[in-house]
């Protein structure tokens, strides 16, 4: 099997050039920004996590110490590593430690299970993996050692009990073998995107273009020494961890909070303890947090300044709520681990803070509304988003056919969303062109879903469908043509289960149907299919069988 090509992201060099001369690529890496900030801030809490406390200046001696382990390993610099660890100290500890050994991180969720982590790995031509022992019932050293004979991973490390496997605790190294910063224009780690079909793609980011996100993040945002951020979402995602995020208020100098989930019976003692200042929920999680106040009052929150929801659209309706009923200030954010990224701003008017998902960050974001026909729409006419830019990808890793579907000849990526864009310059996030279902804030593929469910021997076929939901904004229905007639709902979802997928690519509901249209010439338009079947299902046609 030939190895994957190392990971590259280019931008044409005129482009490039006026990035840097407009000051958006400074030249910093991610290494540099740890030891700038652990040399300002040496003895200011980084981290907390749990009972743990990281200082700056711990956080820095962990990163070089684990990273030199990493090389000891017989890793080198430039080589891939999946990182699938959930939201404590020891992922910021090693991602921090990749960079510091030029090794670049695959950041995967930990809902990802068996079959998105092989691909990962595969895609990336990783060398090891790093997982927890075991988490919320689920064992993830059994998962990486089918992941590994799958694959060939020449190393598993674990955070906790590693049975065969390597501890995280026993890495160490002489840090003087790290190697020199990598070039700020390099890859410096792999993200995955939401997959419009199939599997995520790997995105990767380079030092320049993803810290110029951070940076003007943090001060659209607000960020300062004496911000306290609650990463409440997994901190592997892109909104997590750059928006403003993790990396925003470490960027900042402030502090960041790792809560082991987003509920608020954890979520909220963390605040009071902590005094944590800002946080960030998709839309379903938000209106979980005003019930949870209203009902348990707002004392624990008192220190709460910001909530930042995306992910998905939040209704103006819900959006009102938010200020009264948390006692903070609302932001929202759309954005994409591709690029863009928008924000209503402290100075906007309420109606556009409640009404927009917010406008673009840099000058340099270059926005364009088409049709199906790739012609611009008149203003104020909704669009398909294209979008290019000093942070926004010219092309996804290893994936040329993806690569033509998703950008123009001249640059611009398709994102796949329907948006209006206000004179302003804000935008109203419409719905999606692709086949997205957007189940609180985790993108699925439904191309992904219906794949796994043809495996299944008692389906002849399947489409999978996005319908809104007043708690996860939208949730899967499958609609599935049965080869054995007994078939069951629940029996379809225990297999998928068994599937080693994410469960929240799990269809929420399943109903037979006996065919799916054709057109004369026996052809289908699945798109058009799924069009038509999200329309029975609110009307509430077909055989449901949860």
Do not use: C
């Given at each position: 099997m030939t190895e994957p090509a190392p990971p590259q992201q280019i931008w044409p060099e005129d482009r490039a050039a006026r990035y840097r001369a407009a000051g958006y690529w400074t030249g910093e890496t991610f290494p540099a920004l740890l030891r700038d900030r652990a040399a300002r801030h040496a003895t200011r809490t980084a981290v907390i996590g749990g009972e743990?406390?990281?200082?700056?200046?711990?956080?820095?001696?962990?990163?070089?110490?684990?990273?030199?382990?990493?090389?000891?390993?017989?890793?080198?610099?430039?080589?891939?590593?999946?990182?699938?660890?959930?939201?404590?100290?020891?992922?910021v500890q090693v991602m921090f430690g990749l960079f510091m050994a030029g090794l670049l991180p695959v950041f995967a969720l930990p809902a990802h299970r068996r079959t998105e982590i092989a691909h990962f790995a595969a895609r990336s031509g990783a060398k090891a993996l790093v997982v927890a022992d075991r988490r919320g019932g689920f064992d993830y050293r059994a998962m990486a050692r089918e992941v590994s004979a799958e694959v060939g991973l020449a190393h598993v490390v674990v955070a906790g009990e590693a049975e065969e496997f390597v501890p995280l605790g026993s890495l160490s190294g002489d840090p003087g073998l790290l190697p020199p910063d990598p070039e700020p224009s390099s890859v410096a780690f792999l993200q995955i995107s939401g997959g419009s079909t199939g599997l995520s793609k790997l995105i990767p980011r380079t030092h320049d273009d993803y810290l110029y996100s951070v940076r003007e993040s943090a001060t659209i945002c607000g960020l300062t020494e004496a911000s306290v951020y609650l990463a409440a979402l997994p901190a592997a995602h892109n909104f997590t961890l750059s928006s403003p995020g993790v990396l925003g208020a470490l960027h900042a100098g402030g502090t960041v909070v790792l809560a082991p989930d987003p509920n608020p019976q954890t979520a909220f003692p963390l605040i009071a303890r902590?005094?944590?200042?800002?946080?960030?929920?998709?839309?379903?999680?938000?209106?979980?947090?005003?019930?949870?106040?209203?009902?348990?009052?707002?004392d624990e929150l008192e220190s709460l300044t910001d909530l930042l929801v995306g992910g998905a659209r939040l209704p103006p309706e819900a959006a009102r709520r938010i200020g009264p009923g948390l006692g903070c200030r609302l932001t929202q954010v759309f954005g994409m681990a591709e690029g863009l990224v928008n924000y209503t701003r402290a100075e906007d008017p309420d109606e556009i803070v409640t009404g927009t998902q917010g406008r673009p960050i840099s000058p340099d974001d270059e926005i364009r509304l088409v049709d199906d026909q790739d012609r611009e729409v008149p203003e104020g006419t909704p669009g398909q988003l294209l979008t290019r830019g000093p942070y926004t990808i010219t092309a996804y890793h290893g994936a040329p056919e993806a690569n033509a579907r998703s950008?123009?000849?001249?640059?611009?990526?398709?994102?796949?969303?329907?948006?209006?864009?206000?004179?302003?310059?804000?935008?109203?996030?419409?719905?999606?062109?692709?086949?997205?279902?957007?189940?609180?804030g985790e993108k699925v593929s439904a191309e992904e879903i219906e794949d796994h469910l043809l495996g299944h021997e008692g389906v002849y076929d399947a489409i999978c469908v996005s319908i809104p939901d007043a708690e996860l904004g939208e949730r899967s229905c499958a609609f599935v043509i049965r080869r054995d007639p007994a078939l069951r709902g629940p029996q379809v979802k225990t297999w998928m289960r068994g599937?080693?997928?994410?469960?929240?690519?799990?269809?929420?509901?399943?109903?037979?149907?006996?065919?799916?249209?054709?057109?004369?010439?026996?052809?289908?338009?699945?798109?058009?299919?799924?069009?038509?079947?999200?329309?029975?299902?609110?009307?509430?046609?077909?055989?449901?069988?949860?």
């Open positions: 743990m406390r990281l200082s700056y200046e711990d956080l820095l001696e962990d990163a070089r110490r684990i990273g030199a382990g990493f090389l000891a390993l017989g890793l080198r610099p430039g080589d891939r590593v999946v990182l699938q660890l959930p939201n404590e100290p020891a992922f902590h005094g944590v200042t800002m946080s960030a929920l998709v839309p379903p999680l938000a209106l979980l947090w005003l019930d949870a106040a209203a009902a348990r009052g707002r950008f123009t000849a001249d640059g611009f990526y398709r994102t796949g969303d329907v948006v209006l864009r206000l004179p302003s310059g804000h935008l109203v996030v419409q719905g999606r062109a692709t086949d997205h279902i957007n189940r609180a599937r080693g997928i994410a469960s929240f690519k799990i269809p929420d509901e399943v109903r037979f149907v006996e065919a799916f249209e054709t057109t004369a010439a026996l052809k289908i338009s699945r798109r058009q299919l799924r069009a038509r079947l999200r329309a029975a299902a609110l009307e509430g046609e077909s055989d449901a069988d949860i």
